[in-house]
């Protein structure tokens, strides 16, 4: 029997859900409120009675009062899901018979699930279930979930797609009136939200199957610019943590993410999925963890902003041949050389005991398989432990102690700098190895330092972490591939985007990380999401390599504007500015090439309204309103509007710059304006040509 079949029961039906939510939210108020009592009245009996109770009573008190926070806690968290199920309890329904059944059972799906607390029965169905996965899978037809006992074959009848704000329906739609687009175009036509939102009333097909793919230890996503790339990695975060629940916790999630204005703006949707925030790293402070003690070391951003402002040949061929797979193997082997060369076994000979060198190194050798630092603990261990004194006896622990030392000293040197240096000269490069600046390691150098400090220390420190999510792929080289997947074992979810670059000299494509994890699926998104039609045609046009498809999403063409000279352009940049400011749009990012362009128009406009920003490598908040950043720290985010500025022939001409600029204009949603004046940079459509 169908339930609810016309729009006007539907309605209704949303009132009863409603009222079913406001019901169990006030019993569970209740609950909370008894739960709290509880505590105090549980901690003061403690207190008052602490003289009479013995330890293990006191002890047996704590893990109750304990026992009755967490509960308290799991009440208060599930207080803050039907809260939000009242604002919206639902926005789809897929009406399924399976095969063999009388009648088709109503699942309606939403953000979390929700069953009444008599019956029991289940009233909307978690986004994540298995059965709610039809709902994005399949039409009106043949259908299919994977069940707990394998896989329920039927008929779906019926499915709808729900609007409902405030406890109150405001659109539904048939899936015979092509749902998914209907209902997708008006989402993605909205302003922009301040931060990233979730997109469970509409992940397409293609995110759902990656979304729940359990099979992948390494799964790689090439997606083009608004693919929904980072949205769907942290959708698949969340499926995960509810597939896995009782296994992996957010605490065993790491996301290593470009900065932390990025993590910032990406913050909202496991909160809003109902899961914890995820731990989260970048490369840089990856680097400075595993360095620390070692040596100081120019950042990524830095490296990059050198390479924007001039382009130095030697250097490039120089950051390019460190960033190769070759380049690791060629660690690899320099370690096995020192493995095997650098340890120059002696005679030792103690007050109390001599031992031979062929002694020293057949211990050496029988602790092949170590890593350096452990063969060498170990082979000192060996020696000491089979060591004697003249009257036969072990050693006393000082003794020990002292062949300890003197064996690790047989080791040339286990200082990371003088063996870096020595790896150059081995593959005769000494010259590769120049400081940035004193006691500050040059960027291009410090992952091979940390690559070999991980050969020959071995890994540790994230023992923990069950599940990897690496951003913007494109912008690793091997070397720092090679390092994750020596310090994180666990399953990965890699993404980017190639024609994404921000350092096209060291930047890696799927081909090379595949070298790195053989193992790795990989999967391809080319529908793009973010942008109106008009501003991925103009983007295809500076990168013809970008194979964008847009959804049927149409706005403004994007304008080139040209003036006579730079305060023709600061008064264009300011209009356009002055014309957001008025619009009903939320976000303007001014993404310039360099980040001392971006720094120099901050001080031009920033009279101009109070939300004027400028983001830089230390910011850490995404904000609305205008923000002026470079191409590099506008990498990941959305605007509703953008302007592009210095558009001329000088200052974007190479392929770097190209890339650049192709990140800069696909990060607008709605609307895209670029300037310049003089010359037009050949890199634009048209050769620049103005339009007015
Ligand atoms: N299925 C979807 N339904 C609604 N919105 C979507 C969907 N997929 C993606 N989007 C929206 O498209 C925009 C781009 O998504 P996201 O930032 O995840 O893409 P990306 O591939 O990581 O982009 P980029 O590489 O350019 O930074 C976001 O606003 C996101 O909410």
Redesign the pocket.
Known sequence: MIINSTESEERDYVQTIVSKLRQALQALENKIDATRLEVIEAKKYVWTNMAGLDPAERAANRVDISLTIDQGERAIDLQRRLQKLMQSPYFGRVDFMADGSAAADAFYIGVHSFSEEDSQRNMIYDWRSPVASMFYDYNVGRAAYEAPAGEVEGEICLKRQYRIKHGVMDYMIESSMNINDDV?QK??SHT?DEK????V????KE?NVIIRNEHSHELIIQ????????????HRIAFLLYRYKGTITSQNILIISPNKVFSDY?SNVLPELGEEKIMEIGFDELAARELKGICGFQTFGEQVSGLTASADEALIACIQSKAGLSFVHRLEQFVRHCSETYFVPADLSLSSARIAKEDIASAYQAAGSLPVKQRLDKTASIVAGSARDEDGQKLKPAAANKIKTAIKKMFKTLNMISLYKDFCEYIGKPEWFKLYKPKTLEFSDVFPIIYLKILLEGAHGFESVKHVLV??MQDYTAVQYAVLSRLFKCKKTI???GN?SVNPYSSSSITEIKQVFPEADTVE?L????STIEIIHFARQINPNSRMIPIERHGDSPRIQASGDAEGQLALIRTAAAQFLESEHRSLGIVCKTQAQAKQLYQEIKDMHKDVYLLDFSSEKFHDGILIASSHMA????FDQVIVPFCDAANYTTEMDRSLLY?AC??A?HKLTLTYFGEASPLLPDRGRPQV
């Open positions: 997708l989402e993605l922009s990233m939102k979730n997109i009333a509409t992940i397409q995110q997606g083009v610019a608004g693919s929904g790339k980072t949205s769907v990695a942290l990406i951003d913007e993404l980017g985007d994404q998104l529908k793009s999401y973010r990498k990941g985010l959305e990140i696909t990060r949603m």
